[in-house]
T-cell receptor, first 108, second 114 residues
Framework: GQQVMQIPQYQHVQEGEDFTTYCNSS?????IQWYKQRPGGHPVFLIQ???SGEVKKQKRLTFQFGEAKKNSSLHITATQTTDVGTYFC????????WGLGTSLAVNP | KAGVTQTPRYLIKTRGQQVTLSCSPI?????VSWYQQTPGQGLQFLFE???????NKGNFPGRFSGRQFSNSRSEMNVSTLELGDSALYLC?????????????FGSGTRLTVV
């Protein structure tokens, strides 16, 4: 069936280091959404990418959508303790297919 | 404006019982989706309702059902509870089409089956 693989599963960084999580879909996607879930919280919508090769920035966060619309990445520059949480991608192929998330831990 | 409200926040039930969870979407949102979240399986889609009609359904057994009312509020019901149903149940609403505009999630109902 349709899958969205997300790697890595876990990432532990020192505050100030960069962080990247990757999503790869087995099928071409109409769009991809990114969510963040803080520990004990619920997913919060961050952004949606629609166009092939699209790049969007939100302060220290950079989101990319691949040319083939089958992969995406989220890059955080100079992580802070407030970035702690699990980052999920969800690909739209007539239904949302969720990755299992990347849990980010940041050492102060 | 108020966010997505889910009640109750926590619930403990015994195997074999049934449970009903409630979700009030953001005012004006007509699309409501339900997800089951467990540590090993991530977010698993249960169903989506739009204007009282089930628009999409995930791969869950018939013990899981839902409905949406004319005011867009939604309920999901799980009958004959099993230990494996222990999870965080999340409701998400969207103004139009969450597939293309994103979802706003509620805080969830943590269900424990003992």
């Amino acid at each position: 069936g349709q899958q969205v693989m997300q790697i890595p599963q876990y990432q532990h960084v020192q505050e100030g280091e960069d962080f990247t999580t990757y999503c790869n879909s087995s099928t071409t996607l109409s769009n991809i959404q990114w969510y963040k879930q803080r520990p004990g919280g619920h997913p919060v919508f961050l952004i949606q990418l629609v166009k092939s090769g699209e790049v969007k920035k939100q302060k220290r966060l950079t989101f990319q959508f691949g040319e083939a619309k089958k992969n995406s990445s989220l890059h955080i520059t100079a992580t802070q303790t407030t970035d702690v949480g699990t980052y999920f991608c969800a690909g739209n192929n007539r239904k949302l297919i969720w990755g299992l998330g990347t849990s980010l831990a940041v050492n102060p | 404006k108020a966010g997505v409200t889910q009640t109750p926040r926590y619930l403990i039930k015994t195997r074999g019982q049934q449970v009903t969870l409630s979700c009030s979407p953001i005012s004006g949102h007509r699309s409501v989706s339900w997800y089951q979240q467990t540590p090993g399986q991530g977010l698993q889609f249960l169903f989506e309702y739009f204007s009282e009609t089930q628009r999409n359904k995930g791969n869950f057994p018939g013990r899981f059902s839902g409905r949406q009312f004319s005011n867009s509020r939604s309920e999901m019901n799980v009958s004959t509870l099993e230990l494996g149903d222990s999870a965080l149940y999340l409701c998400a609403s969207s103004l139009r089409d969450g597939l293309n505009y994103g979802y706003t999630f509620g805080s969830g109902t943590r269900l424990t089956v003992v």
